[in-house]
């Protein structure tokens, strides 16, 4: 099953609760020690706010993925995981940050814009996307769960 985290964009206020809950979800910080402006605090979603309209951008996660197909170094992979005695689960697009080079391929290759690169604490600069928190203690999207207008949900296709 593709799962992605989509963003009702008639609830969304853009008030950035979902990359500072993403942030504490990977970096395992409080609310109060989150910093939007700190590059290594990275979220793997991105709000924006304009006059019209309001949303977040998150990783599709492509059943053909560009971003993977245009990886050289296979850094980018699908993986399962929740998976039911019939091996159906969820899947998704991960990046795995100690293969990435650094080469940008992913980003240009992304049509929604879903990927960029970000320093990580050891100075590299990697491939940065939403891994739905799979990496993560939380285990699910704690964009969705900390989303104060409940603008955030999980959508499953097959």
Not at 20 to 48: A, G, N, W, Y
Not at 72 to 79: K, W
Not at 106 to 129: D, E, I, S
Request: hydrophobic letters at 30%.
């Amino acid at each position: 099953m593709n799962a992605f985290v989509y963003c009702d964009t008639s609830l969304c206020i853009g008030c950035g609760m979902c990359e500072r809950r993403c942030i504490m979800s990977h970096e395992q910080l409080s609310i109060k020690e989150v910093t939007l402006d700190e590059p290594t605090q990275r979220q793997r979603c991105k709000s924006f706010r304009r006059e019209d309209v309001k949303g977040v951008l998150h990783c599709r996660h492509c059943e053909n993925a560009p971003c993977m197909a245009a990886c050289p170094v296979g850094a980018i992979e699908r993986r399962t995981w929740n998976e039911d005695e019939k091996g159906h689960g969820q899947s998704g697009i991960i990046v795995d940050e100690d293969t990435c080079i650094g080469c940008k391929e992913c980003v240009l290759a992304c049509p929604f814009g879903a990927v960029w690169m970000a320093p990580t604490k050891a100075q590299r600069m990697v491939a940065t996307k939403c891994d739905l928190c799979v990496t993560t203690e939380e285990g699910t999207p704690a964009c969705v769960s900390g989303c104060p207008k409940k603008a955030l949900r999980v959508v499953s296709l097959r």
